[in-house]
């Protein structure tokens, strides 16, 4: 296989450099302007395979696209060529209606594009034939994606995965901005979705509005569930965008049926529910949830709220979850393993050895027997979600236990009895609170850990201090040379002010 160079270039189009409002009214004006373009290709994409016939009409010239293929051209010919006789081979009768000399310029576009060979066999194989593209728009699309974050990767799997290559750039931008805006999410986190669900590209934005709507409607999503609905996004689950409302409702009617949400719970937990609705409800929830209680002792009442939250525990399988739960037994012991999992069922969705590994780290933490480090993690069984074994997730972890232990003045082995239940709070929440103690309170002494882990207006209520005071200073405090060298751990926490 050639090899080939990565495509770093700005988007050619004139278009892009506007603002997005008007960038998105200029495209639209602009597709218009060329008769519907990519109506007709998504025509020919049912009748003939998303292809036009053998005319060139519309196609750009291959001498204004710059070439990201890092191939000669003689290279660059014969790829084309080995790749436009396995798609005639994939589609056989599909593609009859296009030239060879029609076809094989289609793949050298792609090559020139910045898609590589691998990626181009990977859509023929997947498409049946084809990549089905409209030669007139997919440059400018593939410009527009670039500009909003999408990687290589992500550009190969809506080259396999969707149509958006067949219409215009300005249909694929309004999908891409009603996205960001009715999900309030990034440039970047639009990308990751559509990468993982090319099929959005392929929709109309007036259909995924009208389908959002009645989604709003019939469930009423509040606002921690929209939080958690675009999260579902992100994650390439957009069934509750694109399954008929019909189908929908049955499966979220069957979800609360086996999760114990009554209608007026249903509004907070639709946010969750949704990621489980392409799931085949009776073959595949309704026996994970029988094995995932035996497995844990767990109520199943009990068990369906724990674990509604943690959908991967549907997609393991079932040996898998079986290896993790014996896994968590020989590093934790049989009784303190099945208290875990009353607590916590979703420690289920950790890596395998996690538990092992990360006793062997909170022994490295707090210089501490084996047996007191797992004491600490049975305690604290949030830790058993940490990757402790991760530089970064260590360094946090550490200038949090030398954090309270500087505040209370304790060795390591005391520390690990009063603040390893703080392990998981973060310094720039926490951290404050105690600094606006100590100067509120000079000649008392601290109160325990636990005091500072409430939100900011029950501490300052606890305690009697100014809620409005607390904030500025707060702020002053994160912005200090004290501040940023105590959070520089926290990573991205570390400028919010939480």
Request: hydrophobic letters at 45%; charged letters at 20%.
């Amino acid at each position: 296989m050639l090899a080939r160079a990565q495509c770093t270039a700005a988007p050619p189009a004139a278009a892009l450099s506007r603002p997005p409002l008007r960038r998105l009214q200029a495209l639209r004006r602009y597709a218009r302007a060329h008769g519907g373009l990519a109506v007709r290709a998504a025509a020919a994409a049912g009748s003939g395979g998303g292809v036009s016939s053998g005319s060139s009409s519309g196609s750009p010239d291959p001498s204004s696209v710059q070439d990201c293929s890092g191939l000669s051209e003689a290279q660059l010919q014969a790829v084309a060529e080995q790749l436009m006789s396995q798609s005639r081979e994939a589609s056989q009768s599909k593609t009859a209606r296009l030239s060879d000399d029609t076809l094989q310029r289609r793949m050298a576009l792609l090559l020139q594009l910045g898609f590589s060979q691998a990626a181009i066999e990977a859509a023929i194989r997947k498409t049946g034939g084809g990549p089905y593209i409209a030669e007139q728009h997919i440059s400018e699309i593939v410009a527009l994606l670039r500009q909003w974050g999408f990687s290589q990767k992500q550009l190969n799997s809506v080259l396999a995965g969707s149509s958006a290559f067949t219409r215009s750039a300005a249909d694929v931008e309004g999908v891409l901005a009603w996205l960001q805006q009715e999900f309030r999410l990034q440039h970047g986190e639009v990308a990751r979705a559509c990468g993982r669900m090319p099929s959005l590209l392929a929709q109309k934005q007036e259909t995924l509005q009208a389908n959002w709507r009645a989604f709003e409607a019939e469930f009423q999503p509040t606002s921690s569930a929209i939080a958690a609905l675009a999260a579902v996004l992100q994650k390439g689950h957009a069934g509750f965008l694109l399954l008929k409302s019909e189908t929908l409702k049955a499966k979220v009617c069957q979800l609360q049926q086996l999760f114990f949400v009554d209608d007026r719970s249903l509004p907070k937990r639709i946010g969750h529910m949704a990621e489980i609705c392409g799931f085949d409800i009776p073959g595949t929830i309704q026996p994970r949830l029988a094995f995932l209680q035996a497995l844990t002792g767990v109520p199943d009442k009990k068990l369906a709220s724990r674990i509604l939250s943690c959908p991967a525990l549907f997609r393991t399988s079932e040996e898998l979850l079986q290896r993790k739960r014996n896994a968590l037994v020989a590093a934790m012991g049989e009784q303190a393993a099945q208290d875990i999992l009353l607590m916590r069922p979703d420690v289920l969705a950790a890596v395998e050895e996690r538990a092992a590994l990360n006793i062997t780290a909170l022994q490295q933490l707090f210089g501490v027997a084996r047996e007191s480090a797992a004491g600490i993690l049975c305690a604290n069984t949030r830790l058993l979600k940490y990757n402790m074994q991760d530089s970064t997730t260590a360094s946090k972890l550490c200038s949090r236990v030398a954090f309270w232990q500087q505040v209370y003045s304790l060795s390591a082995d005391a520390a690990a009895v009063r603040c390893s239940v703080m392990l998981h709070q973060s310094l720039c929440t926490v951290a404050p609170r105690v600094a606006f103690y100590q100067q509120q309170r000079p000649d008392q002494p601290l109160p325990p850990c636990r005091a500072f882990t409430s939100g900011n207006e029950a501490f300052c209520e606890q305690f009697k201090l100014n809620p409005l005071e607390f904030a500025a200073f707060k702020a002053r405090w994160l912005a200090s040379e004290e501040g940023r060298a105590l959070c520089q751990h926290e990573g991205k926490q570390s400028e919010r002010q939480r």
